[in-house]
């Protein structure tokens, strides 16, 4: 599998000729999901899901379908009847040929005061993990690349550092990262890469690399 970093939290992967892409939001390249197979979306937050980036994808090519949970199934499921399927944690499925599986309900904690959305994960062929906006535990699972979301109104460095020890997966790649300044980069690159306990990196936006 070949992966391809987006801006913020999107990721295109591409195997057999195929292409999946996670989380074309709001933050991400007008054109993250054209040319896709498959699309999956962890919740409804603009910065991972964006109705008009999903419906260029979908009307671009003709053959692309979508997974998603409920909250954004209900907003795109009637322009594109049976192309959106809606999933939730435990349910796997196949997806442009990757096997998927879904983990999570909730999306993590930003503040007491604020209601909690449905957020889930996706697993991509037992080996690529992307967690969306929560600190999901594959539990049973040896992850062998972590997507993780290294900046967020809702975490702190310290969480973000807890949660790569609980996944311990063989490597680790930042999304959810557009937020983070440059001049930052290097802080946190510092106590995540001493203290998460495995290979920790950066994609700048465009740049690739080999997974699973």
């Known amino acids: 599998m070949e992966l391809t970093k987006k801006t913020h939290a999107c990721v295109r992967i591409e195997k057999d000729g195929r292409t999946l892409v996670i989380d074309p939001g709001a933050f991400s390249e007008e054109d993250a999901a054209v040319g896709a197979d498959a699309i999956l979306v962890t919740h409804e937050h ?3 899901f964006d109705e008009g980036r999903l419906r260029r994808a979908m009307e671009a090519e003709p053959a692309a379908e979508i997974w998603t949970l409920a909250s954004v199934a209900d ?3 009637a322009a594109f009847p049976g192309r959106v399927h809606t999933v939730g944690e435990g349910d796997a499925f196949t997806a442009a040929g990757f096997e998927v599986e879904v983990y999570g309900q909730l999306h993590a ?3 007491p005061d604020i209601p909690r959305i449905t957020n889930v994960g996706f697993l991509l ?3 690529v993990f992307h967690p969306g906006d929560a600190l999901t535990v594959p539990e049973g699972r040896a992850v062998d690349t972590l997507l993780l979301p290294v900046h967020a109104p809702w975490n702190k460095v310290a969480e973000i550092i807890d949660y790569l020890r609980a996944v311990a997966p063989r490597r680790a790649i930042d999304i959810h990262d557009s937020l983070l300044q440059d ?3 290097p802080v946190y690159d510092g106590m995540i890469d001493k203290l998460g306990g495995t290979d920790h990196g950066r994609l700048t936006p465009g740049a690739h ?3 699973g």
């Open 46 to 48: 603009l910065d991972h």
């Open 209 to 211: 690399i080999v997974v």
């Open 75 to 77: 907003q795109i499921s």
């Open 125 to 127: 062929d037992g080996t």
């Open 183 to 185: 001049h930052a980069r």
């Open 109 to 111: 904690v930003i503040h």
